[in-house]
């Protein structure tokens, strides 16, 4: 079975504050993506990356990095967290190298700004 | 880049009825399609796929048909249960990258 694990499932933070998101994953995938999740808006992607210290702009990177120094792991960073960044923040990982293959999820965790 | 559309956001079904979720997308390159099955407050989970090189899947009571050449591509429940209320996201994915677009979702519900 595939296991993507979140270091958090609910994390509040200050506005300001830098915050770490960390994603796991055990089974040797290529790919990890980084997504938020709001009402309405369905999945969008902030970051993705296909390998080790490899990293690639989803739709919406504004207000975050990434950091992928180990296959295994991929983090999401916001450097000074701000209200709007309120949300749920799922990470995946897909198998293969730069084959289009199936998304598996980790549980998200909500992240609240204040 | 890709957009995908999907309707409707909300749909209500009486349990033993089918349920209909369209999508459509614009990069006709667009070649895998899978759909995601997220029940409240859990993961995003896939539970049917299709690849551009056919035009219907079927998997027990879920099955997915594809139009290329209307670029559309539609979820279909039949005999609709409880456990079938979730939101359910369509994606779209080019060959070239892994990047999956996904729409906006459709939250099932299923009445009793």
């Known amino acids: 079975d595939v296991k993507v694990t979140q270091s958090s499932r609910y994390l509040v933070k200050r506005t300001g504050e830098k915050v770490f998101l960390e994603c796991v994953q055990d089974?040797?995938?290529?790919?990890m993506f980084w997504y938020r999740q709001d009402p309405g808006l369905g999945l969008r992607l902030i970051y993705f990356?296909?390998?080790?210290?490899?990293?690639e702009k989803g739709d919406i990177p504004e207000g975050y990095s990434v950091s992928r120094e180990k296959k295994e792991r991929f983090s999401l960073i916001l450097e000074s967290a701000s209200t709007n960044q309120t949300s749920m923040y799922l990470c995946?990982?897909?198998?293969?190298?730069?084959?289009?293959?199936?998304?598996?999820f980790g549980p998200g965790t909500r992240l609240t700004v204040l | 880049g890709e957009n995908v559309e999907q309707h409707p956001s909300t749909l209500s079904v009486q349990e033993g009825d089918s349920a209909v979720i369209k999508c459509t997308y614009s990069?006709?390159?667009?070649?895998?399609f899978p759909w995601y099955k997220q029940e409240l407050g859990k993961r995003p989970q896939l539970i049917i796929d299709?690849?551009?090189?056919?035009g219907e899947k079927k998997d027990q009571r879920i099955a997915v048909t594809l139009n290329k050449t209307a670029k559309h591509f539609s979820l279909h429940i039949t005999e609709t249960q409880p456990e079938d209320s979730a939101v359910y996201f369509c994606?779209?994915?080019?060959?070239?990258?892994?990047?999956?677009?996904f729409g906006k979702g459709t939250r099932l519900h299923i009445l009793p």
């Open positions: 995946a990982s897909s198998g293969g190298l730069r084959t289009t293959d199936t998304q598996y």
């Open positions: 089974m040797d995938h290529e790919n």
């Open positions: 990356s296909y390998d080790v210290k490899m990293k």
């Open positions: 990069d006709s390159a667009s070649n895998y």
């Open positions: 299709i690849r551009s090189n056919v």
């Open positions: 994606a779209a994915s080019l060959n070239r990258d892994d990047k999956i677009i």
